[in-house]
């Protein structure tokens, strides 16, 4: 479940496991694997930037903390 959300507010409180980017990529699941099989690590995905409004790659970094995981990501140039 989302926590917290930086720029798409309408995600908190919603599960979004089975999300999937454009690509077909489950970030949110991969996210996960990260957290419980490294603690911490990169993931890269496709992302609608609130900028510009388009489909951008998004790359996040994501640590676990107990039973969550805390990211924060930033889109490519």
Request: hydrophobic share 30%.
């Amino acid at each position: 479940m989302v926590r917290t959300h930086g720029t798409k507010k309408e995600l908190i409180g919603k599960n979004d496991f089975n999300r999937k980017d454009p690509t077909g990529k489950f970030f949110t699941q991969e996210m996960i694997k990260i957290a419980q099989e490294k603690g911490s690590g990169w993931e890269e995905y496709q992302f609608e930037n609130p900028v510009s409004g388009k489909l951008e790659t998004k790359v996040t970094y994501l640590e676990r903390l107990d039973d969550f995981f805390v990211g924060c990501g930033a889109f490519k140039p």
